[in-house]
């Protein structure tokens, strides 16, 4: 399958640069996939698609300053990085595993690191941040060109302090803040709680408190994961053909009342491609389908995945998404295109141009049922 089957060319005047002036008064592109019929409404009306049993499950992630500035030591170059992910420590290995006590994103010195400029920082080389209070030491370049890099001090209240949101390359201010404004306000979900993302969880921009409770007063339970958001979601495909393609690793977590509420829905709705890959992640692990044992009351699962959905896949346990409209090539087009087709998805992407939808981030949304 060829990566350039989901091209499509995207005009400038499409993509959003700014949020709509309320979270959920975005436009809503509603798709039936096996009827192949489409809908146009706002994205306050998702409401009238929510069903009593309907389970919605939302990605708490927060996104965290992870863009900092600091010079070469002794050259004196300016050096940006961005942390991608927490290398340290992990107490897991790739997979997912039961947890028995209530777990958080660990805090570890060494961190993937997207760096620049990166090229003629060779391992061993130091950077350093503010006055010194914290100091990168380069310790291995790696082949797709991330940079894995050890840090001294107390990095955490430095990102705190001096650290960025730092926004995907199509907004024109790719960096906000680090004081807190209202732009970077919006690029938080209104639910986040987990910090560790580089990068929101987009479809989730859209709900507001109020909306949330309104769903529930209809009797739809809501429930959340943990996906960190990183280079899995955002960095291109290069390859030429889809099977070639290596997703990143990326760490969640899915706590035991989330997993008891997915057995018990009558259907899963999953607000964002990270919150789909996350349930068919554990859709996919033994341990979620066996009865519990020897007394034991409870199992929730953390770990962390490389699930790369594109289609042909089959799909276990997501009955419906929410979605926002994505980067040509990308493995979130290819993740829509398995869930509901991919001509007929890229027949609603020419639908939303001709129609005016704002695409990407701070985009519209769509609702595949």
Same mark, same amino acid.
Request: aromatic content about 10%; proline content about 6%.
């Given at each position: 399958? %060829?990566?350039?089957?989901?091209?499509?060319?995207?005009?400038?005047?499409?993509?959003?640069?700014?949020?709509?002036?309320?979270?959920?008064?975005?436009?809503?592109?509603?798709?039936?996939?096996? !009827?192949?019929?489409?809908?146009?409404?706002?994205?306050?009306?998702?409401?009238?698609?929510?069903?009593?049993?309907?389970?919605?499950?939302?990605?708490?992630?927060?996104?965290?300053?992870?863009?900092?500035?600091?010079?070469?030591? +002794?050259?004196?170059?300016?050096?940006?990085?961005?942390?991608?992910?927490?290398?340290?420590?992990?107490?897991?290995?790739?997979?997912?595993?039961?947890?028995?006590?209530?777990?958080?994103?660990?805090?570890?010195?060494?961190?993937?690191?997207?760096?620049?400029?990166? *090229?003629?920082?060779?391992?061993?080389?130091?950077?350093?941040?503010?006055?010194?209070?914290?100091?990168?030491?380069?310790?291995?370049?790696?082949?797709?060109?991330?940079?894995?890099?050890?840090?001294?001090?107390?990095?955490?209240?430095?990102?705190?302090?001096?650290?960025?949101?730092?926004?995907?390359?199509?907004?024109?201010?790719?960096?906000?803040?680090?004081?807190?404004?209202?732009?970077?306000?919006?690029?938080?979900?209104?639910?986040?709680?987990?910090?560790?993302?580089?990068?929101?969880?987009? !479809?989730?921009?859209?709900?507001?408190?109020?909306?949330?409770?309104?769903?529930?007063? %209809?009797?739809?339970?809501?429930?959340?994961?943990?996906?960190?958001?990183?280079?899995?979601?955002? *960095?291109?495909?290069?390859?030429?053909?889809?099977?070639?393609?290596?997703?990143?690793?990326?760490?969640?977590?899915?706590?035991?009342?989330?997993?008891?509420?997915?057995?018990?829905?009558?259907?899963?709705?999953?607000? +964002?491609?990270?919150?789909?890959?996350?349930?068919?992640?554990?859709?996919?692990?033994?341990?979620?389908?066996?009865?519990?044992?020897?007394?034991?009351?409870?199992?929730?699962?953390?770990?962390?995945?490389?699930?790369?959905?594109?289609?042909?896949? %089959?799909?276990?346990?997501?009955?419906?998404?929410?979605?926002?409209?994505?980067?040509?090539?990308?493995?979130?087009?290819?993740?829509?295109?398995?869930?509901?087709?991919?001509?007929?998805?890229?027949?609603?992407?020419?639908?939303?141009?001709?129609?005016?939808?704002?695409?990407?981030?701070?985009?519209?949304?769509?609702?595949?049922?």
């Amino acid at each position: 399958m %060829k990566v350039s089957d989901f091209d499509y060319r995207i005009p400038p005047e499409f993509i959003a640069q700014s949020p709509a002036d309320k979270r959920d008064h975005s436009r809503l592109m509603v798709l039936e996939h096996r !009827a192949k019929s489409i809908e146009h409404r706002m994205f306050y009306q998702i409401i009238d698609y929510l069903q009593e049993g309907d389970l919605l499950v939302l990605n708490d992630t927060k996104v965290m300053p992870a863009q900092i500035t600091g010079r070469k030591e +002794g050259g004196g170059a300016k050096i940006e990085v961005l942390l991608v992910g927490n290398l340290e420590p992990r107490r897991l290995a790739a997979g997912s595993g039961c947890l028995m006590e209530p777990a958080s994103k660990p805090r570890g010195s060494v961190w993937e690191c997207l760096v620049k400029p990166g *090229k003629r920082l060779k391992a061993g080389a130091r950077i350093i941040f503010g006055e010194g209070e914290v100091i990168g030491k380069v310790l291995e370049k790696l082949i797709s060109g991330e940079q894995v890099v050890e840090f001294e001090g107390d990095l955490e209240g430095f990102l705190k302090k001096n650290g960025a949101i730092p926004l995907p390359p199509y907004i024109n201010s790719h960096l906000l803040s680090p004081t807190p404004d209202p732009l970077t306000e919006r690029y938080q979900t209104v639910y986040a709680r987990q910090e560790g993302a580089t990068a929101a969880p987009t !479809a989730g921009l859209h709900f507001t408190p109020e909306l949330l409770e309104k769903i529930k007063a %209809k009797g739809v339970k809501v429930a959340y994961v943990t996906l960190h958001t990183g280079l899995a979601t955002f *960095k291109p495909v290069y390859a030429d053909t889809v099977e070639e393609h290596k997703m990143y690793k990326e760490s969640y977590e899915i706590t035991v009342e989330t997993v008891e509420s997915v057995k018990k829905a009558k259907r899963v709705v999953a607000v +964002g491609t990270t919150t789909v890959r996350t349930l068919e992640t554990i859709a996919n692990d033994p341990l979620f389908h066996l009865p519990l044992i020897n007394g034991e009351k409870e199992r929730g699962f953390k770990g962390e995945t490389d699930l790369f959905i594109y289609p042909g896949f %089959k799909f276990k346990m997501v009955d419906a998404v929410i979605t926002n409209f994505h980067f040509p090539r990308s493995t979130l087009l290819m993740l829509v295109s398995a869930f509901a087709g991919r001509d007929f998805i890229f027949r609603a992407y020419q639908e939303a141009m001709d129609k005016g939808y704002r695409f990407f981030s701070f985009g519209d949304a769509m609702l595949i049922l």
